[in-house]
């Protein structure tokens, strides 16, 4: 697993924002292509999208092949097959998938299916839907060809069981996971947005959620506009952390928008951060929240809540690159 190793403390790209060599405005060019993911493993999921990109493929491939990397081979707690279950000790996962023409869909927890984007990008494709949730949606896979398999880990069970045990329900910001020796981290979102050779954006996310949540409850990243919004006149945004303060505020959707009034995708998702914080000032306290921006020229921003949010930037010069977003609390 990707650790915090190859985390870079960049004052160069001090605030965030990052920009290309070859400047905003210029025509797309394969130098122009870059996979940008939430958290560390966010690496991996953008080695695994990168390929597709180099090969002449488009952006929503790219972001499935990333998104489908995090849910497969990454064994987290927060995202895919090793993900912690609901307070049931059972395991939903949540996933979505847009590209830059508005196209999308959804699932939402679905309940044993490995890769739950590449049913969301069915749900896109192959229904006039755009959100399937709970046994509809894992109908829907099955009888698309995706194998049912029990994916709860007994690390996760364990897991269960020993949560059970106080059975309280408390969101952790990850920077505080050092502070737990042994602790895996309660939730996260593996968001993936790729920009390609002819300038098309897409992304996806992909989650088991808030560990620990009630039965059937759902988060930000299967809603559209809330944990992923895509809109190839502007950019993209993605979000991990508390989803229902994402929900609340149409979070990916407000980046967006501001980035179309002409916020930088670093300055979107600061004003995007300040309105979560202007809202509920109590709660932001105690919670983690991030977005990760990418406009139509490649730029990339984003910013937190709390500090600890990293993201990872891939493109022709560099692919594992990590960084770490500004917060409003330190
Ligand atoms: N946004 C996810 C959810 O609320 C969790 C996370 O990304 O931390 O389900």
Redesign the pocket.
């Known amino acids: 697993m990707t650790t915090r190793r190859r985390f870079l403390h960049s004052t160069l790209l001090a605030g965030s924002a990052l920009v290309l060599p070859n400047g905003a405005g210029a025509a797309p060019t394969s130098s122009r292509m870059r996979v940008v993911s939430?958290w560390d493993f966010g690496v991996g999921a953008n080695q695994a999208a990168w390929p597709v990109l180099t090969r002449g493929g488009g952006a929503l491939d790219a972001v499935e092949a990333g998104a489908r990397w995090a849910e497969g081979t990454l064994c987290n707690s927060?995202v895919g097959r090793c993900g912690y279950p609901d307070r049931d000790g059972t395991l939903t996962l949540?996933a979505s998938i847009m590209d830059g023409d508005g196209r999308c869909g959804a699932v939402a927890a679905l309940e044993d299916i490995a890769h739950p984007v590449s049913v969301a990008r069915a749900v896109m494709e192959k229904t006039p839907h755009v959100l399937l949730v709970g046994d509809g949606a894992q109908q829907f896979a099955v009888e698309q060809g995706f194998e049912k398999e029990a994916l709860l880990t007994p690390e996760a069970k364990q897991a269960w069981r020993e949560w059970s045990k106080a059975a309280k329900y408390q969101?952790q910001i990850n920077a505080e996971r050092a502070k737990r020796p042994g602790n895996r981290?309660n939730?996260?979102?593996l968001?993936i947005l790729a920009l390609d050779a002819d300038g098309r954006l897409a992304g996806a996310c992909t989650?088991?959620?808030?560990a620990w949540?009630l039965h059937g409850r759902?988060?930000?990243?299967p809603i559209v506009g809330a944990?992923l919004y895509v809109d190839n006149e502007v950019g993209a945004a993605t979000?991990?952390?508390?989803?229902?303060e994402?929900i609340r505020n149409a979070a990916s959707f407000l980046v967006v928008e501001l980035m179309r009034q002409g916020r930088s995708p670093m300055e979107a998702c600061r004003e995007a951060i300040e309105r979560v914080v202007r809202k509920r000032p109590e709660a932001s306290k105690t919670l983690?929240v991030?977005f990760l921006a990418m406009n139509k020229a490649g730029e990339v921003g984003a910013f937190a809540l709390h500090h600890g949010f990293v993201y990872a930037v891939c493109d022709a010069g560099k692919q594992d690159a990590l960084l770490e977003a500004r917060s409003v609390y330190a």
Do not use: I, N, Y
């Open positions: 939430t927060t949540d969101p981290d939730h996260d979102t968001g989650t088991s959620g808030m949540k759902v988060g930000d990243s944990g979000a991990s952390g508390v989803g229902e994402m983690q991030c």
